[in-house]
């Protein structure tokens, strides 16, 4: 095996440190192979301003990361093992699993606060309902509210007063190194912990024998069984990551212990047993656990749960039954698809556009090890963030920045982005326009001999270097590029080409452009056009073709406003 061997991961904090474990086990293995860790967001990184109760299952956390593994872009993905589906989609499995770590939940407070001390005076944050329920079941009085976001993300909104105390996994904060937030590990008799949690899963394509060969190595066989009946309890109860259902397994010698519950999400239905037997039959003793409950009343529990779906489209929604098609480029945090299904529609991809990493140069590489030098960097655009981490972890093998180093963003969105990766902006400007960016941050800041340093993409012009650079040192990294398409969507042409959608969506001059270089003039004339804007628009009329609509605010939310406008 001379290639180097991918490992594909999430790019969060934790998900980094968790692939760099899993690299650094490999190597000690196989010291003469090489690892690469690759980064790849899922659409549970994307949406983090919506409950996770509200917006899917445990797959999109890892959807991305085994397309990226069947794609072979990556030879292997790194996840938390309770985020992984209980059944595996076609053409993946586990490859192994590493000694497990902590598997108690932890109550995070910077007042050393612990579980017996807490008030419906509280307010208690967490993203899980398993957690929800439990705390309910201990307190029916205890104020409890969502939160999301990585581990830093999470505690700097404590810190700033969105809530008294937070609970969440007690390996993820161990792991970074954050033990000093924890004030209580939660005893599994007052709060059972998510089906194997603790546990780091590598997945991996099916007849694949390198890859699983190398895996075997470092796989933990007691962790393994450990967690193979947890995730058998869990998948015979038919759950999600956001049912409220847990259990924990003991393994002594010979004989295996699992705990398990089911609970409505108020606490005030619970109902916990316990089984025991011989280690070989784990599974099977976890699977006759969860029978135990489900016929105990269990089973109607989990259908009242179910029976509220979050994800059934309603026909009362304004825009049910409209099919658009997006040009946008598919890349991350794009928030439209969400948007406009959240309003009953069909959305389909025909990206006019493609982001890419950028291949750098010399003096790039440079200055991206060199980040202790620079006084200030700037993000433009949530792909400047995004494609700014993957070359720095592509570097340096980490996302970590100089503590010296100031952040300005441009927008909501490209802070939120900032976020992901643990970090909050020093300068958040309002501005989007270079001119008036530069504008803003001089006025704010007064800057004067300081070094700054800007993540852009290929198409982006010298405008704020150049004003920035009057009485400041001014580099900048091209750390993406912004190009054609090799190809369309043959399926998506016909549906324009049937006239069997609603509106197709122009988002920028070029994805116009782009589309009209695959389809015959004459189909241009019978386009149902929405712009996302008045330069998109201008750009379609200069061409000679009518827009049916154009949103007054360029952005996402804008366009969604002004087609719910246009269909009222």
């Known amino acids: 095996m001379e290639q180097t061997i991918r490992i594909g991961t999430r ?19 196989f010291p003469e192979l090489q690892f690469q860790i690759v980064v790849i967001k899922t659409k549970g990184d ?48 586990l490859g192994a699993v590493l000694k497990r770590g902590e598997v108690r939940d932890a109550l995070i407070s910077s007042t050393k606060r612990t579980l ?37 993300t999470r505690i700097r909104k404590m810190e700033e007063g969105y809530c008294t105390v937070m609970m969440m996994a007690g390996a993820g904060l161990q792991r970074l ?60 109860l038919e759950g999600g990551c956001q049912i409220p259902v847990g259990s924990y397994s003991k393994i002594k010698g010979n004989s295996f212990e699992i705990t398990g519950f089911i609970s409505s999400i108020n606490g005030e239905e619970f109902l916990k047993e316990t089984a025991k037997g011989h280690v070989c039959q ?24 179910r029976l509220d779906d979050p994800f059934e489209k309603k026909k009362e929604l304004p825009l049910y039954g409209k099919t658009f098609i997006s040009t946008r480029a598919i890349e991350t945090g794009d928030t439209l698809p969400d948007l406009l299904t959240a309003q009953g529609a069909t959305l389909l991809s025909l990206p006019m556009i493609e982001i890419r990493k950028a291949k750098l140069n010399v003096n790039e590489v440079l200055k991206i090890n060199q980040l202790k030098n620079y006084d ?28 010296s180093l100031r952040v300005a963003v441009v927008g909501a969105k490209t802070a939120s982005e900032l976020e992901y ?71 998506v042409i016909k549906q324009i080409s049937d006239g069997t959608y609603d509106l197709i969506l122009f988002t920028s001059p070029s994805t116009f452009n782009h589309f009209a270089s695959f389809v015959d003039t004459s189909l241009l004339g019978k386009l149902k056009i929405g712009c996302i804007g008045t330069t998109t628009s201008r750009a379609i009329q200069e061409a000679g073709y009518e827009p049916l609509m ?8 804008g366009l969604t406003e002004a087609i719910l406008e246009y269909y009222k």
């Open 11 to 29: 790019g969060s904090q934790l998900a980094l440190y968790q692939a760099n474990v899993v690299k650094e086990e490999l190597a000690k293995k």
């Open 46 to 93: 994307k949406i983090l301003d919506v409950p996770l109760s509200k917006i899917g299952d445990k797959g999109m956390f890892t959807k991305e990361l085994e397309i990226a593994m069947l794609d072979n872009e990556i030879d292997m993905a790194v996840h938390s093992l309770k985020d992984l589906p209980t059944r595996f989609p076609e053409g993946v499995l």
């Open 116 to 152: 017996s001390d807490l008030t419906a005076q509280d307010i208690i944050a967490t993203s899980s309902l398993r957690r929800k329920a439990q705390l309910l079941r201990y307190n029916k009085d205890f104020n409890i509210v969502e939160i999301r976001g990585n581990v830093n």
């Open 177 to 236: 190194g954050m033990d000093n937030y924890i004030s209580e590990l939660i005893s599994e008799d007052i709060v059972i912990p998510a089906c194997s949690q603790g546990a780091i899963a590598i997945e991996i394509r099916e007849n694949d024998p390198k890859i699983a060969n190398l895996l075997a190595a470092i796989n933990d066989e007691a962790t393994l069984i450990a967690t193979d009946a947890e995730r058998a309890f869990l998948r015979t």
């Open 282 to 305: 784990a599974v099977g003793i976890a699977v006759e656990l969860a029978e135990t409950l489900l016929n105990r009343g269990g089973r109607e529990i989990l259908k009242a749960i």
């Open 376 to 403: 200030w960097l700037f993000f433009t655009s949530r792909n400047g963030v995004v494609h700014f981490f993957k070359q720095l972890i592509d570097q340096t093998g980490s996302s970590e920045l100089p503590s």
């Open 421 to 491: 990766y643990g970090y909050k902006p020093a300068f958040a400007g309002t501005e989007h326009g270079s001119a008036e960016l530069a504008a803003e941050f001089i006025r704010i800041h007064k800057p004067k001999n300081q070094k700054i340093l800007l993540s852009l993409g290929n198409l982006a012009d010298d405008t704020l270097k150049l004003l920035l650079g009057v009485v400041n040192h001014v580099d900048r990294i091209d750390v993406y590029e912004t190009c054609q398409p090799q190809s369309a969507d043959p399926m």
């Open 550 to 557: 154009t949103a007054r605010m360029s952005n996402t939310e």
